[in-house]
């Protein structure tokens, strides 16, 4: 039984509800763009924002200004929307996997998470590409596509398969995370990079991927993650082992059976 603070029963069936309409529109619009064709601006040599970015952040938060108009919205593109209501804070990253999206690439994903009192209570992450919806509550489990999620059994490093990201600032960084991308490289069956931390997530909750590590995040990447990874039984902390929260950068998700192992990796390099 969870011990963190929790609104009403009707209340978390009200957000919940508006969590998925407003993926679902957001889902929409990126699958519009997609096919019709988009614009691409540059914030710095390799970061880049679409309008479809813009247009789905702009549905979102238009959504959950009109079910929940004092609440607060963190938004990736156009940042703090200041809400009477200090209880509540919406995470949202309208389409998390950009560069993918801008090249034809099919991994990315609309992520909506929800923190109440300042902790993540509510995950929803859709992909559109694959039409897989996953979604999650404190306390209630985690879900694809109402099918429940549950993270892998896999008991040992050498026999897992991990995912990483890197930050756009790799270039220039020294803590670019090449050094621990080596490291697992050589010590577990494989290494991914998918460019999108949300699904990365959602793929540790499904069991797909046994762990995901990663230097340089922002609250956006990881608020409905966290609740679908922690509901599907995995472990979550950041690189020293702590507990983790959003609005730090370094984040460690696993099966729980492999994390020691990651732990003590990370800590090599």
Known sequence: MTTRP?????????LKATALEAARIAGAILDDYARNGFRVEYKDTVNLVTDADRRAEQAIVETIGRDFPGHRI??????????RDDEYQWVIDPLDGT???????????????????????????????????????????????GKPLRVSTTPKLTTSLVVT???YDVRDNPKNNLNHFSHFALRAQGV???????????????????????LTLHPWDTA???????????????????????HQPSLLASN????QEMLDLLRQA
């Open 192 to 214: 991914r990079r998918t460019g999108t931390a949300a699904l990365d997530l959602c793929y540790v909750a499904a069991g797909r991927f046994d762990g995901f590590w990663e």
């Open 165 to 167: 990201g890197f930050a």
């Open 6 to 14: 929790l609104p009403p029963p009707s209340t978390r069936a009200q």
């Open 74 to 83: 963190l938004a990736e593109e156009r940042g703090q929307y200041e809400g």
């Open 224 to 246: 409905a993650g966290l609740v679908i990874v922690l509901e599907a039984g995995g472990q979550v902390t950041d690189l020293s082992g702590a507990p983790f929260s959003i």
């Open 99 to 145: 560069t993918n999206f801008a090249h034809g690439y099919p991994a990315y994903c609309v992520s909506i998470g929800l923190e109440y009192r300042g902790q993540c209570i509510l995950g929803v992450v859709l992909d559109p590409t694959r039409r897989e919806l996953f979604t999650a509550e404190t306390g209630a489990g985690a879900f694809l596509n």
């Open 256 to 259: 729980g059976l492999i994390h």
